[in-house]
């Protein structure tokens, strides 16, 4: 009898083991796609995120914007930051969280027509 649960407890440390395994090597996986990701959309944008704490993406899902269009930006912040106001009930972390969405995506939207610029700009030899 010891020994059937002896062995149940090694079959089951066993497959717990490889699950671990499993999960890990998915997890470093997609570690590494989404650095791959921020390298390609540039070396401003990945320090845009890294000070605002806000990727991207992140920042437009708060805003619930598809595209980088300033007005949709504006009508939506300005929308959600009267919701989550503190004096209507709302939430001071959410109106910040808000805030910093907007913040972000002007950023990008400045490092976008910089690079704009700079591609119209003929090449000084």
Known sequence: MAKYLAQIIVMGAQVVGR???RALRQEFAASRAAADARGRAGHQSAATSNLSG???????QILNVSKLSPEEIQKNYEHLFKVNDKSV???????????RAKERLEEELRIQAQEDRERQQPPKT
């Not at 009930?89 to 805030?99: A, E, I, R």
């Open 89 to 99: 009930g709302g939430s001071f972390y959410l109106q910040s969280k808000v805030v």
């Open 19 to 21: 699950a671990f395994a």
């Open 54 to 60: 806000l990727s991207l993406q992140e920042a437009q």
